[in-house]
């Protein structure tokens, strides 16, 4: 059930909207296949979703809006876009202090986009740190959203997570 904003400040809404278009997105992502329209609609959600984001996030907020968009982008077969937003979404992410479940999505979503821009070598190299990454995850990773304090994840792109000893 939707729970519309109490009162008629801006930001409420903005925040109401963003969270409903990035559902949307996300819905319409998770799909085993898509129809021209509803690839449209996925799209639009995601940058409705950045755009109210943009207006009342934090920092964090634009980001992950940012992740999707771009995961989003890739989906839909624009590569060269989708890759510029991630290589902003990875540096972004990498020098924070970040979950390990958003470090390895980053780099994921980083490594997806060059696949679809037709990168081979960036594709190569984040897709093998995600997979590195992934490997010290919970299998509903990154959905869980638990930190992984045994198996840090490494904040440059070209290392493994740290193991333990």
Known sequence: MT?????????????????????????????????????????NAAHAAATHWNLVGTDLNRMRARTLLAHRCALAGFGEFALQLAEEVRTFFLAQDTEDWEVALAHSVHAYAAFRASDLDKHKRSHTVAAAASRFQTLDWPFNRKRSSAFPVSRTSNEEPAKRN
């Open 3 to 43: 729970c519309f904003p109490q009162d008629t400040e801006p930001k409420s809404w903005h925040r109401y909207f963003a969270m409903e278009f990035n559902d949307r997105a996300w819905d319409l992502a998770e799909r085993a296949s898509r129809t021209a329209e509803e690839t449209i609609e996925m799209l």
